[in-house]
T-cell receptor
């Protein structure tokens, strides 16, 4: 069975304190790995898609990387507005659904 | 470009009552998804439509949940009768095509079953 595990469950950061979130996956035939941001009371907002090991993508203070077993979301010099739950999801060959991890809730204090 | 629209945003019902949620996807998106997100968990797919047809409903509790997508656009998800464990956020998402396409989510409907 495909599995997606995110760690840590929660992360408290001081403004400007860089850190990384982990998404490890056990799937047969990865087709794509997705990162979403979810604010309280809102639906997930798309951030990145990664398709192959070694791929990296950046958006403002966020950078996502992918290996054959895991993905990292690096947050550089975070600001309070980066506070949210970050969800990782995988899409595998011969399947339609996204399988999500439980998310990492990031809180950035000013 | 307008995003995925959902209504209502909140609903409170008693157990054994019925409830329906509505979703309007992004214009031109052929694929529509309904997810259930229980507090503290990631979204779980309930059903996926490609135009009018059902592609995957393997995780839909068919004894109480039903969904339809008329004319390949709007969709309705119904629960009848509701149970306490159905309390969750119901998310609708849409994508241009099928597999591995980016899915864009609506704001969700928060259901509380008392």
């Amino acid at each position: 069975e495909d599995q997606v595990t995110q760690s840590p469950e929660a992360l408290r950061l001081q403004e400007g304190e860089s850190s990384s979130l982990n998404c490890s996956y056990t799937v047969s035939g990865l087709r794509g790995l997705f990162w979403y941001r979810q604010d309280p009371g809102k639906g997930p907002e798309f951030l990145f898609t990664l398709y192959s090991a070694g791929e990296e993508k950046e958006k403002e203070r966020l950078k996502a990387t992918l290996t054959k077993k895991e993905s990292f979301l690096h947050i550089t010099a975070p600001k309070p507005e980066d506070s949210a739950t970050y969800l990782c999801a995988v899409h595998v060959h011969n399947d339609y659904k996204l399988s999500f991890g439980a998310g990492t809730t990031v809180t950035v204090r000013a | 470009e307008a995003g995925v629209a959902q209504s209502p945003r909140y609903k409170i019902i008693e157990k054994r009552q019925s409830v329906a949620f509505w979703c309007n996807p992004i214009s031109g998106h052929a694929t529509l998804y309904w997810y259930q997100q229980i507090l503290g968990q990631g979204p779980k797919l309930l059903i996926q439509f490609q135009n009018n047809g059902v592609v995957d409903d393997s995780q839909l509790p068919k004894d109480r949940f039903s969904a339809e997508r008329l004319k390949g656009v709007d969709s309705t998800l119904k629960i009848q009768p509701a149970k306490l464990e159905d309390s969750a956020v119901y998310l609708c998402a849409s994508s241009l095509g099928g597999r591995a396409d980016t899915q864009y989510f609506g704001p969700g409907t928060r259901l509380t079953v008392l």
